[in-house]
């Protein structure tokens, strides 16, 4: 990838994946434990864990099957490039983000 529309669809994937994402999962897990449908931290505090995690995981390979599957061959290999910057990418916002919901979810000091 170097053209800035690259780069460009490169960062809103990435806000959208490591920020707004985690946001939402957080959100919803506040408000269905307000409304007594999520357990608190303290009675399952690995659940609250897996939640925010699987909120933030990098996108999954699964798009690029299907665009082989159906025969598009250059969008498949587009957008397996993306997915691969978007994967080296992912190290440093995960790393924060997974100290962060271990702590969020009481599993470390």
């Known amino acids: 990838p170097g053209s800035s529309r690259t780069w460009a669809s490169l960062v809103s994937i990435m806000a959208s994946r490591y920020l707004l994402s985690p946001a939402i999962a957080w959100s919803l897990i506040i408000a269905l434990r ?3 449908f999520f357990p608190p931290v ?3 505090p690995v659940l609250t864990f897996v939640v925010l995690l699987q909120a933030a995981m990098p996108p999954a390979q699964n798009s690029v ?3 082989q599957v159906v025969g598009d061959k250059l969008g498949a290999k587009k957008l397996s490039r993306m997915l691969f910057m978007l994967y080296l990418l992912a190290v440093v916002p995960m790393s924060f983000l997974v100290s962060f919901f271990l702590q969020t979810a009481s599993l470390c000091a």
Do not use: E, Q, Y
Request: charged share 20%; glycine share 12%; no cysteine.
């Open 42 to 44: 303290a009675v399952d």
């Open 65 to 67: 099957i299907m665009l």
């Open 34 to 36: 307000k409304a007594g």
